[in-house]
């Protein structure tokens, strides 16, 4: 998938499903949310962000990572830690 041309319905199709990451203690994430965000500009394409959902006890900072899952192969996306709860912490990427 090339993500300079990717969408939010290229995701949608992949929600619930884990990518691989494999750094530091951090195996996998699983992708929960797609959301579509308000366009800005008359061109481009659509902004939409991506919430991802990992392991509580190992927080990953901000950075981009090589996250890879069997319908997309490898992908380096931008990641942000946004929220983290008992047992989960999520990740955020936005694509404008």
Same mark, same amino acid.
């Given at each position: ?5 990717? /969408?939010?319905? =290229?995701? %949608? ?6 990518? /691989? #990451? %494999?750094?530091? =203690? ?17 061109? *481009? ?5 991506? #919430?991802? /959902?990992?392991? *509580? =006890?190992?927080?990953?900072? !901000?950075? #981009?990572?090589?996250?890879? &899952?069997? /319908?997309? *192969? ?9 929220? !983290? *709860?008992?047992? &989960? +912490?999520?990740?955020?990427? +936005?694509?404008?």
């Amino acid at each position: 998938m090339d993500l300079a041309e990717a /969408s939010a319905e =290229d995701f %949608n199709r992949l929600l619930d499903q884990t990518f /691989s #990451i %494999n750094v530091d =203690d951090v195996e996998e994430l699983t992708l929960t949310e797609v959301d579509s965000k308000p366009r800005v500009r008359d061109e *481009g394409r659509q902004p939409f962000a991506l #919430i991802f /959902s990992g392991p *509580g =006890d190992t927080v990953l900072p !901000q950075s #981009i990572y090589t996250l890879e &899952h069997a /319908s997309t *192969g490898p992908l380096e996306i931008f990641l942000v830690p946004v929220a !983290q *709860g008992e047992d &989960h +912490v999520l990740y955020e990427a +936005v694509f404008t």
